[in-house]
């Protein structure tokens, strides 16, 4: 049997559902530390509410195999900032960096809130695919993307630099050591 993934935006609430469902069995909390080690992890946890005025502002990127939602990556506009106070202290980071000699604030950029792809669908191209959908959408809006991940989290910090994600700070919070990383949407060889 053939797999028909398809990457587009989020639909509705039940979409919104899914991606929660997703997320709260991949949770580092909710799995060994052998499987983060492995297959890697998601660190926030959200809840409806916050999914829906995210998605308000800036639809997240879904993959499908037929109906099911089997992969996400969540669009956080810097207007979203106040609904995940866990991300406050990356939001204050991005204030006082710069990049290419110009503070960070001066570029468009908006945040990944979180990507995530069902176990049983990994390895097939999907996290590209998201990505790609990312790009595709909102290029035309934003010069940079910027996320943060967890240095022990190798297989996401892996994945982002395939796409075309650097490393821009590394920094430590209450919660881990993160990696902010940056992909620049400008530059021709980012394609």
């Not at 099911?68 to 866990?86: F, G, K, Q, S």
């Not at 790009?135 to 297989?155: K, M, Q, S």
Request: glycine fraction near 4%; charge should be negative.
């Amino acid at each position: 049997m053939t797999n028909l993934y398809r990457a587009d935006t989020v639909r509705d609430d039940a979409d919104l559902e899914q991606i929660l469902a997703l997320q709260r069995k991949n949770l580092s909390l909710a799995i060994s530390p052998d499987e983060a080690v492995s297959q890697g992890f998601v660190t926030v946890e959200h809840d409806l509410d916050t999914l829906k005025q995210m998605h308000a502002l800036g639809p997240s990127i879904a993959v499908r195999d037929g109906e099911a939602l089997v992969a996400y990556a969540l669009t956080m506009l810097r207007e979203c900032r106040a609904l995940c106070p866990i991300l406050e202290p990356m939001f204050q980071l991005c204030e006082t960096l710069e990049y290419q000699g110009r503070p960070l604030t001066d570029f468009r950029f908006y945040v990944m809130g979180q990507v995530c792809i069902d176990k049983a669908h990994r390895g097939q191209g999907l996290f590209d695919m998201l990505y790609q959908k990312h790009r595709e959408l909102y290029r035309p809006r934003f010069d940079v993307l910027l996320t943060e991940v967890a240095t022990r989290n190798r297989r996401s910090l892996r994945a982002h630099e395939r796409v075309g994600f650097q490393t821009l700070h590394t920094y430590r919070d209450a919660v881990d050591e993160w990696a902010l990383i940056l992909w620049d949407w400008r530059e021709p060889s980012s394609a």
